[in-house]
């Protein structure tokens, strides 16, 4: 169970890094450059413990699929960035596989 703690903490951290990436305006902005560079080394540092007892593919697919979908939704709350028919099939495809590979996967830990 604790893995799964290690690797929720390592996509919201992630997606706090990618989110405040856009403000760092090519890391030429001190402190959404410095919660950029410590989200990102949260996000792996948590992602290595969760690692642990996860197998690599089946922990990256989930950490990728669900920091993708994720960091779409606050760009559209947050940047007003909007989704078109394509894009939301598109996550709802990302997030049905994380759905299956956590459902039926006989390769979510090792």
């Known amino acids: 169970m604790q893995?799964?703690?290690f690797l929720s903490i390592a996509i919201i951290s992630e997606v706090v890094a990618t989110s405040a990436l856009k403000a760092t305006d090519g890391f030429s902005r001190l402190w959404p450059s410095l919660?950029?560079?410590a989200?990102?080394?949260?996000?792996?540092f948590?992602?290595?413990f969760a690692l642990r007892t996860l197998s690599v593919g089946v922990a990256y697919a989930i950490w990728a699929g669900?920091?993708?979908a994720l960091i779409t939704l606050v760009s559209w709350l947050i940047f007003g960035q909007r989704l078109d028919i394509p894009a939301v099939i598109g996550l709802l495809l990302i997030v049905s596989g994380v759905v299956v590979i956590n459902a039926f996967s006989k390769s979510v830990s090792h």
């Open 3 to 5: 893995q799964w703690i």
């Open 46 to 48: 948590f992602l290595s």
């Open 35 to 37: 919660i950029t560079v």
């Open 39 to 44: 989200g990102y080394g949260a996000s792996f």
């Open 66 to 68: 669900v920091g993708t």
